[in-house]
């Protein structure tokens, strides 16, 4: 893998995860926290997403041989449900497929719904699987393991600076940069699915 696979990579899961655009959502479910509570809940919440990533990419693709699966088919299907994610944020209304709004608030809620499946949902999953697949070097994985790291730093800037950055770029501010995540995420997407078509149906290409 090159440099620009890596990069195409990380643009595509943070993509995905939209810190900045889930701002609203996490506001909402933490509006009763202190702010002890708040500072916790953004630092769970960025460790158990580094240690879901982790997990997925160091045994998803074992799962998913188990089952039998080609992880070509597992590629394209992963490819069109981004597309699928990419619509929904077009049209502003991703949280529908991952989030509930039955939630305990006096319960712990980094795990759950934050980490799953708010940040780290099915999509991010499938792409970090598919990632794995791809690994050829131990340099490679040392380098993709690193942009967990730091896919959740982001998550726990954004969590920590969230009412900050809330204020700062507006609900409008945020739903641009939420749809600006959703068109470069399909733009992704279908190249992906152009690919695996090409291997799954030689004659395409």
Known sequence: MDATEFIKTFI?????????????????????KTD?????????TSCAAVLLLVVSFLFGKYIIAFFGIKMSAFK???????????????SNEKNFYSFS????????ISLMPLTFPLFIGPAALSIVIIQSD????QLERVIILSEF???????????????IILNSL?????????????????????GMIAEELKVLLPGLS
Do not use: C, R
């Open 134 to 137: 791809e690994i050829a070097t």
């Open 76 to 90: 394209l299907i992963g490819g069109i449900f981004l597309v699928y994610i990419s619509f929904t944020m077009l």
């Open 12 to 32: 595509i899961l943070v993509a995905v995860i939209d810190p900045i655009g889930n701002i609203p959502v996490y506001i909402a479910l933490t509006s009763y």
């Open 101 to 108: 709004e039955e939630v305990d608030y006096k319960e712990d």
């Open 149 to 163: 790291i730091l896919v959740g730093f982001l998550i726990w800037i954004t969590l920590k600076l969230s009412k």
């Open 36 to 44: 002890g509570e708040h500072k916790s809940i953004a630092l769970k």
């Open 170 to 190: 507006s609900k409008t501010g945020i739903k641009f940069i939420h749809q600006i995540m959703g068109l470069l995420l399909g733009s992704l997407a279908i």
